[in-house]
């Protein structure tokens, strides 16, 4: 009696195990993907921040170089204007920088009393500010650099050092970069020379009156958002590894600057 072939098939444990092979596999390809991604936005992330870091601080280089200053025009640098996370003991602050730059309009008629356009400028920090309720209110622990600028048509007489923010406040300010961890300045009034960390040229110091330094270096340092958030409630509870933390979570960008016009620009000139 012949008997009829079987039918070649899988069994049930069979299947189940092939399943959960392939579930496996695609677990596998799902987290390989989700950490590319998390790794490409990461990336993303950074190079966004380093390219508006390195933006701010090319935009202040440009303006900054241009300072003038003399019997007239003051340069002042305030490394006591903000402390950040409200501990004077810890490394990283916001300075506050004044100076005068001139515009390429020069005169043209010699005998009129317009010698040249200038505009008075102040980089500062201060606390950011939440509208999302209709009432802007200073977010604590959160900080931003800010410029504020006014300008003068006729005479440029009128700019002494701070004289005008300290007796009208920094009004009409702009945003320059947000989630700031530190803004710092050192002036260098000679090669081989320590760092000063304020500065005036209106002051009494022989090295400093009537002239800008020689260089300044600037420290800007600056949080993504996560970490912003992060360092903020740090911060409300008075944490005391907040140094640490601000320096391994924050990005810094340093900038040299040297000034052409340090011999000053006098004003009948």
């Given at each position: 009696m012949r008997r009829r072939p079987h039918n070649a098939a899988f069994t049930l444990v069979e299947l189940l195990v092939a399943?959960?092979?392939?579930?496996?596999?695609?677990?596998?390809?799902a987290r390989i993907f989700s950490e590319s991604t998390r790794a490409f936005d990461l990336g993303s992330k950074i190079a966004d921040q380093n390219l508006k870091g390195r933006m701010v601080l090319d935009f202040m280089a440009r303006e900054i170089s241009q300072a003038v200053a003399d019997e007239v025009m003051g340069f002042r640098l305030d490394s006591k204007d903000i402390e950040l996370?409200?501990?004077?003991a810890r490394p990283?602050?916001?300075d506050a920088l004044y100076f005068v730059t001139l515009s390429e309009n020069a005169l043209i008629d010699?005998?009129?009393?317009?010698?040249r356009n200038a505009r008075e400028v102040v980089y500062y920090v201060t606390n950011m500010v939440d509208s999302s309720s209709g009432i802007s209110k200073p977010l604590e622990g959160r900080y931003r650099l800010m410029r504020a600028m006014r300008g003068k048509q006729d005479s440029i007489a009128c700019y002494q050092?701070?004289?005008?923010?300290?007796?009208n406040g920094k009004s009409g300010a702009s945003v320059l970069a947000e989630n700031v961890a530190g803004f710092q300045v050192w002036c260098y009034t000679e090669p081989g020379a320590?760092?000063?960390?304020d500065y005036d040229s209106t002051g009494s110091k022989p090295e400093q009156i009537n002239q800008l330094p020689m260089w300044i270096e600037i420290s800007l340092m600056i949080f993504d958002e996560k970490d912003a958030e992060h360092?903020?409630?740090?911060?409300?509870?008075?944490?005391?590894?907040?140094p640490?933390?601000?320096?391994?979570?924050?990005?810094?960008?340093?900038?040299?600057?040297?000034?052409?016009?340090?011999?000053?620009?006098?004003?009948?000139k």
């Amino acid at each position: 009696m012949r008997r009829r072939p079987h039918n070649a098939a899988f069994t049930l444990v069979e299947l189940l195990v092939a399943m959960a092979v392939l579930a496996v596999i695609i677990m596998m390809m799902a987290r390989i993907f989700s950490e590319s991604t998390r790794a490409f936005d990461l990336g993303s992330k950074i190079a966004d921040q380093n390219l508006k870091g390195r933006m701010v601080l090319d935009f202040m280089a440009r303006e900054i170089s241009q300072a003038v200053a003399d019997e007239v025009m003051g340069f002042r640098l305030d490394s006591k204007d903000i402390e950040l996370y409200a501990d004077s003991a810890r490394p990283e602050d916001g300075d506050a920088l004044y100076f005068v730059t001139l515009s390429e309009n020069a005169l043209i008629d010699e005998d009129s009393d317009v010698h040249r356009n200038a505009r008075e400028v102040v980089y500062y920090v201060t606390n950011m500010v939440d509208s999302s309720s209709g009432i802007s209110k200073p977010l604590e622990g959160r900080y931003r650099l800010m410029r504020a600028m006014r300008g003068k048509q006729d005479s440029i007489a009128c700019y002494q050092t701070n004289a005008w923010w300290i007796a009208n406040g920094k009004s009409g300010a702009s945003v320059l970069a947000e989630n700031v961890a530190g803004f710092q300045v050192w002036c260098y009034t000679e090669p081989g020379a320590p760092a000063i960390s304020d500065y005036d040229s209106t002051g009494s110091k022989p090295e400093q009156i009537n002239q800008l330094p020689m260089w300044i270096e600037i420290s800007l340092m600056i949080f993504d958002e996560k970490d912003a958030e992060h360092m903020a409630n740090l911060d409300a509870f008075n944490a005391p590894d907040i140094p640490e933390e601000a320096i391994k979570r924050a990005r810094r960008y340093v900038t040299r600057i040297n000034f052409v016009n340090r011999n000053g620009y006098a004003s009948d000139k």
